[in-house]
């Protein structure tokens, strides 16, 4: 059981480029998410999807797109790196009921990007 | 929206000390959860808070919510260098479909 996988790991891009991180979990989780976490300032939720086929904002959208075509796929697309983008990204995955207690938000191992 | 302020941003301990973050909302807490986080690892879930007063523990660490709901504690007994590490908590976002708001974190270091 994989749970939540990211890739790649580490991405060095150019100021302009594109690219692609790619989230997927293996547990059946209705919801996915993708946060972002800069020093000092935690974790901010990027974009989310509670079921395939829907997505929607977070705190911290602006110059990331996502899609959900499958249950088990989340990527998060950048058209064009800009160097505020510079971060540790995670995704998450979860069953729906997040407030039952026995279930928790799982994360991935996370993508480190720097954007020069 | 609510924000969730973490304190101290770092911490300091000696090994065998006890130590306390503190995780305070700007709005009431319908559900709270405390994750830890190794350097350039992923979060690892400790433990969920839901009603005022509530406490919870498990092996050297004991989380409370307390009873106005506002406020969350995480308390460390004897720390271990294994204990070192960013500590974040979490609270339930109604207006994100049930995701997480997160605190700064609080940087562990425990010296051996």
């Known amino acids: 059981n994989a749970g939540v996988t990211q890739t790649p790991k580490f991405q060095v891009l150019k100021t302009g480029q594109s690219m692609t991180l790619q989230c997927a979990q293996d547990?059946?989780?209705?919801?996915m998410s993708w946060y972002r976490q800069d020093p000092g300032m935690g974790l901010r939720l990027i974009h989310y999807?509670?079921?395939?086929?829907?997505?929607d904002q977070g705190e911290v959208p602006n110059g990331y797109n996502v899609s959900r075509s499958t249950t088990e796929d989340f990527p998060l697309r950048l058209l064009s790196a800009a160097p505020s983008q510079t971060s540790v990204y995670f995704c998450?995955?979860?069953?729906?009921?997040?407030?039952?207690?026995?279930?928790?938000?799982?994360f991935g191992a996370g993508s480190r990007l720097t954007v020069l | 929206s609510q924000e969730l302020e973490q304190s101290p941003q770092s911490l300091i301990v000696q090994e065998g000390k006890n130590l306390t973050i503190n995780c305070t909302s700007s709005?009431?807490?319908?559900?709270l959860y405390w994750y830890k986080q190794k350097y350039g690892e992923g979060l690892i879930f400790l433990m969920m808070?839901?009603?005022?007063?509530e406490e919870k523990s498990h092996e050297k660490i004991t989380a409370k919510l307390d009873e106005k709901k506002q406020q969350s504690s995480l308390h460390i007994t004897a720390s271990q260098p294994s204990h070192a590490g960013i500590y974040l908590c979490?609270?339930?976002?109604?207006?994100?479909?049930?995701?997480?708001?997160f605190g700064g974190g609080t940087r562990l270091m425990v010296k051996p």
């Open positions: 979490g609270a339930l976002n109604n207006n994100a479909g049930n995701m997480l708001t």
């Open positions: 808070l839901q009603k005022g007063g």
């Open positions: 998450a995955s979860s069953y729906r009921y997040l407030s039952s207690g026995a279930n928790v938000l799982t």
């Open positions: 709005k009431t807490l319908y559900g």
């Open positions: 547990m059946n989780h209705e919801y």
């Open positions: 999807s509670v079921g395939a086929g829907i997505t």
